[in-house]
């Protein structure tokens, strides 16, 4: 079976298989989840437990973590925690990161490395990692714990 899969998807892949993926995470080149369409996202689901990501409507929130309220093609990776979703927003990184500050005023904002930025709750047990992604943003939300 092809372990490909999530190749589309290196963020939330890493984020899902690792628990200190902060600098990994940010340093490694990410292919944004815009280009690939639902069509083809349907068609590469075979129903694995784990690892495979389910298209979703996209919902308000993902474990208590308010999404932008134009979130688009929500991948949610798992379900339970460890739970991951990527989505895209037409808004800019910067203004996504601005709305995340005022809806999680309890959360760290890291520096920019490599075009992303790491936004993270204060025991660390949330992470959304904020990047550049054609005409908006791609946000990616791991919860490892609540």
């Known amino acids: 079976?092809?372990?490909?899969?999530?190749?589309?998807?290196?963020?939330?892949?890493?984020?899902?298989?690792?628990?200190t993926v902060t600098l990994t995470l940010l340093v490694s080149g990410v292919t944004h989840a815009d280009k690939l369409s639902?069509?083809?996202?349907?068609?590469?689901?075979?129903?694995?437990?784990?690892?495979?990501?389910?298209t979703v409507a996209c919902p308000s929130e993902f474990h208590s973590i308010v999404l932008s309220s134009d979130a688009t093609q929500c991948q949610q990776f798992e379900s339970k925690i460890p739970a991951a979703m990527v989505y895209h927003?037409?808004?800019?990184?910067?203004?996504?990161?601005?709305?995340?500050?005022?809806q999680l005023p309890m959360f760290k904002t890291h520096p920019v490395v490599n075009q992303r930025t790491l936004i993270t709750s204060k025991e660390r047990?949330?992470?959304?990692?904020?990047?550049?992604?054609?005409?908006?943003?791609?946000?990616?939300?791991?919860?490892?714990?609540?």
């Open 38 to 54: 639902v069509a083809q996202q349907e068609k590469s689901q075979s129903g694995d437990a784990m690892g495979t990501p389910s």
């Open 1 to 19: 079976m092809n372990n490909n899969k999530l190749s589309f998807f290196p963020t939330a892949q890493l984020l899902l298989k690792t628990g």
């Open 89 to 102: 927003t037409a808004m800019s990184p910067s203004q996504v990161i601005s709305f995340y500050k005022e």
């Open 125 to 146: 047990h949330t992470k959304i990692v904020v990047s550049p992604d054609n005409k908006g943003a791609q946000v990616d939300i791991l919860v490892i714990a609540k």
